[in-house]
């Protein structure tokens, strides 16, 4: 098949997605539904607690696949399927981390923003495309992300930038060397995973919507999570294995 996305298990409770499809890694119709089955396979497979997405060769992704959506006759399907690739990325009950082990271009640099943490190698380059190429992308999640003056020196622009420069904006969190990219992104999806899991999802669920939330909004939404969170056997777990001095065994109930 065309675009293939490749889906491993690391363990028992980490999961590897690998964007498969030379040179660029963009997103064809193929790949885009191969990634929607793998998302929703994980988002119902309560043994996965934490996601690694990344790219094979030399590119993390470069979005739709822009060639094959002026082949089809609506043109705007390929990036219409991309966009719900995004949506269930960033609806992902479980952690996903974005390994960016290269190009991160155009919707793919958005593939990247739609992961909860991301981490590049050093030689990794970051461009957004959307204006070199008459759309738009990024323009709602990279703001938010770096700010409006940072996200528009890359959105405006449609320059590349190296990893260097993204990681001081808070583009992403570390840089690694190439080939200590991948054992890194899986180390620190292990540490992730080894969290209370009810407790992971609870954070990332309140954390996604923090910047949007008034103090009231933020306040019960707050309650209600603890209230589940506290009623919890892995809350009493943790509690168990802290009196007692040992690492908790968390079971998501």
Sequence with gaps: MAGTVGLSRIGGWVALVELDNPPMNSMNADSCARMLDIFSALQNDHDIRAIVLTGRGRAFCSGADLKEASRAEGQGEGVSAFGKVLERVAASRAPVIAAVNGHCIGGGLELALC???????????????????????????????????????????????????????????????????????????????????????????????????????????????????????????????????????????
């Excluded at 992300?145 to 990893?163: C, D, N, Q, V």
């Excluded at 292990?190 to 609870?202: C, F, K």
């Excluded at 309650?223 to 908790?248: C, G, M, N, T, Y």
Aim: net charge positive; hydrophobic share 45%; charged share 25%.
């Design 115 to 253: 992961c909860d943490l991301r981490i590049a190698s050093t030689d990794a380059r970051f461009v957004c495309a959307g204006v070199n190429v008459g759309l738009m992308a990024s323009t709602y999640r990279l703001p938010r992300l770096i700010g409006i003056s940072r996200a528009k020196a890359m959105l405006l622009t449609g320059s590349p930038f190296e990893a260097s420069v993204v990681e001081a904006w808070g583009l992403v969190t570390a840089l690694h060397a190439p080939e200590q990219l991948g054992e890194a992104a899986l180390t620190l999806a292990r540490r992730i995973a080894s969290r209370a899991p009810l407790s992971v999802e609870a954070t990332k669920r309140f954390a996604d919507r923090a910047v949007d939330l008034s103090p009231e909004e933020a306040r019960q939404l707050l309650f209600r999570e603890l209230s589940v969170l506290q009623a919890s056997r892995d809350h009493r777990e943790a509690v168990s294995a802290f009196i007692e001095k040992r690492e908790p065994v968390f079971s998501r109930s």
